[in-house]
């Protein structure tokens, strides 16, 4: 079983949906990261938190401790945001570990 | 500042063959990363560096060799290239870690590598 496991890995919406895509992970951790990779390959970091919820723009990122959970939100989806959500968690091992990612497709 | 560049973006070697990938940041930081990104797998490390002069390995470092003889730049080797080793490699960086505070990852564009 993998130590972060997203779901789910693929995911098609229609323009101004709500999104959510969730990351569960099995080990301690320091810090959690939402990254985002765009069609072309490269990768941006969107968040890192390590306990409640941070928002920029239409994006919100919830992590859940306890539960070891964490929830990326998009709201009124747009086509652009149509990209691979990436999360991963550092250990605290302190060891980056990726999920297998969220492929996102937001028709018009 | 350009962030992280990577070079080359695309190469296709033979097997047995060896090449070297450059990445260079100019955003002063102290530490840097070399991924690799599989279909159907998370991205998976490599080797990283904490400082000049200093390398590490990662998850899967067999294969590979890496140098960081200046703080901006830091070198992916492979020796003898083979075809396990066609992959989507992705360089990044992260400023030091102060008072156990860990920083975002700054990714560079990737390269493609294709061992035939």
């Known amino acids: 079983k993998n130590e972060v496991e997203q779901s789910p890995q693929n995911l098609t919406a229609q323009e101004g949906e709500f999104i959510t895509i969730n990351c569960s992970y099995s080990?301690?951790?320091?810090?959690l990261h939402w990254l985002q990779q765009h069609p072309g390959g490269g990768i941006v970091s969107l968040f890192m938190?390590?306990?409640g919820k941070k928002k920029h723009g239409r994006l919100i990122a919830t992590i859940n401790i306890q539960e070891k959970h964490s929830s990326l939100h998009i709201t009124a989806s747009h086509p652009r945001d149509s990209a691979v959500y990436i999360c991963?968690?550092?250990?605290?091992?302190?060891?980056?570990?990726f999920g297998q990612g969220t492929r996102l497709t937001i028709n018009p | 500042n350009a962030g992280v560049t990577q070079t080359p973006k695309f190469r296709v070697l033979k097997t047995g063959q060896s090449m070297t990938l450059l990445c260079a940041q100019d955003?002063?930081?102290?530490?840097m990363y070399w991924y690799r990104q599989d279909p159907g797998m998370g991205l998976r490390l490599i080797h990283y560096?904490?400082?000049?002069?200093?390398?590490a390995k990662g998850e899967v470092p067999d294969g590979y060799n890496v140098s960081r003889l200046k703080k901006q730049n830091f070198l992916l080797g492979l020796e003898s290239a083979a075809p396990s080793q066609t992959s989507v490699y992705f360089c990044?960086?992260?400023?030091?870690?102060?008072?156990?505070?860990?920083?975002?990852?700054?990714f560079g564009p990737g390269t493609r590598l294709t061992v035939l």
């Open positions: 990044a960086s992260s400023p030091n870690n102060l008072a156990g505070i860990y920083n975002e990852q700054f």
């Open positions: 080990v301690g951790i320091s810090a």
């Open positions: 938190l390590s306990s």
């Open positions: 991963a968690v550092r250990s605290l091992a302190q060891k980056l570990v």
């Open positions: 955003m002063n930081h102290e530490y």
């Open positions: 560096s904490v400082g000049e002069g200093t390398t």
